[in-house]
Structures are given as C-alpha cells and as structure tokens.
T-cell receptor, first 114, second 109 residues
Framework: DAGVTQTPRHEVAEKGQTIILKCEPV?????LFWYRQTKIQGLELLSY????????DGGAFKDRFKAEMLNSSFSTLKIQPTEPKDSAVYLC????????????FGEGSKLTVL | GQQVQQSPTSLVLQEGENAELQCNFS?????MQWFYQRPGGSLISVFY???GTKQSGRLTSTTVIKERRSSLHISSSQITDSGTYLC???????????FGQGTILKVYL
C-alpha cells in the first residue's frame, strides 16, 4: 500500500509568489491534515479535513493559506503570497479516523522563501 | 500553557545505554501516539498507545491515561536510534492531535 505522497519535496520561491503543495493520503483514509514544522514552533496544524470537508482551517493561518480537498485522494495547500517567514517543512498526514487511528505522515515539502 | 510537555529536551547516550523519554499532558486525553523523526526526515508512528504498555523490539511505551503521562523506553540504544522523538495526544475536548516539542536523542559509539 502506498503511504502519504507529497510533492514537491523541495520548493524555492521568491517573496510574493504563489506556491501550491500537493498531497495524496493513504487510500481509504478519511482524515487529512496539513502541518507546518519549524525548529522554533514545532508542529503547527494548518488544516484538517474529514471526508473531504474542511473541519479546521488553522486560525492564524487563514490569511494566506488555503487548503482544499477536491476528492478523497488529493489535497492541495496554496500559500499566496509567500513571505520569508513561511520557510518551513509542510507535512501532510492522514488517518482512518481521528479518534481511533494512527497518523501517517508524508515525507514533507521543504519550502524556502527568499 | 503548553498542553504537552516532553522531557528531556535532548539526550546524549553511549551505544548500549537505555533511554527513558517522558510526556506529560495538562489536560485529559483520549489517546496518545509516539513518533520518530530522523533529521530531515518525516514522522513515523512508533506507537499508537491509548493506554497500558506496548512493546516493539527494543522500544516500550507505557501510557497511564488517568495520570496524564506516557513514557517511551529504549533499551540497548543504537546509533540508528538517533533522531527526534515526539509525542502527541488527542485531547478529550475533541481538539485535534497536540504535539510536544520533542526529545532530540543522539547515540554515539
């Protein structure tokens, strides 16, 4: 079984650009999460989908971050416009259900904003 | 305050020594998980441990829900155990997983 697949693995953007990160969850999983990981803040939840419905949009990240899940096997995270402080590793994770399941993470997309 | 407190923040061991990592939670929880992350790598679930003790090879996780704590014991540590260990809890309030800041483990020869 394929795990969580994220693309691209690395992205370099100029300040002000729009970038789109992609994620394919584990087949059959109902819950999908987007996290941002930095050394200072650790793991921060950006968005959470259950059965394709957006359940949580990460509060402070609403402004320039938009996650979408058009079908059960594909999600995108758009950052527009990018700022240098957005440089981080963006991790996508999925689980069968939130209350009973393990969380499976992708390899992450490392974003550098110049 | 932080809902998940991990200790120690970092740990240096000689190969063969044992390690004990702790997680304490400030709120009641339904379940918790331990993750391992190699430098530059992604998170791998090590234990999904709602309660009790679970063992996998040299790793043992013990979670006591009522006392809001969990521990991860690594016996006979190896160089390949080096990395960051994170715990995460699912609060009873229904929030999503809350992660600790992690314990950075370095094992040397």
């Amino acid at each position: 079984d394929a795990g969580v697949t994220q693309t691209p693995r690395h992205e370099v953007a100029e300040k002000g650009q729009t970038i789109i990160l992609k994620c394919e969850p584990v087949s059959g999983h109902n819950d999908l999460f987007w996290y941002r990981q930095t050394k200072i803040q650790g793991l921060e939840l950006l968005s959470y989908f259950r059965s394709k419905s957006l359940m949580e949009d990460g509060g402070a990240f609403k402004d320039r971050f938009k996650a979408e899940m058009l079908n059960s096997s594909f999600s995108t995270l758009k950052i527009q416009p990018t700022e240098p402080k957005d440089s981080a590793v963006y991790l996508c994770a999925s689980s069968l259900t939130t209350n009973t399941g393990q969380l499976y993470f992708g390899e992450g997309s490392k974003l550098t904003v110049l | 305050g932080q809902q998940v407190q991990q200790s120690p923040t970092s740990l240096v061991l000689q190969e063969g020594e044992n390690a004990e990592l702790q997680c304490n939670f400030s709120t009641s929880l339904n379940s918790m998980q331990w993750f391992y992350q190699r430098p530059g790598g992604s998170l791998i679930s090590v234990f999904y441990n709602p309660s009790g003790t679970k063992q996998s090879g040299r790793l043992t996780s013990t979670t006591v829900i009522k006392e809001r704590r969990s521990s991860l014991h690594i016996s006979s540590s190896q160089i390949t155990d080096s990395g960051t260990y994170l715990c995460a809890m699912e609060p009873s309030s229904g929030q999503k997983l809350v992660f600790g800041q992690g314990t950075i483990l370095k094992v040397y020869l």
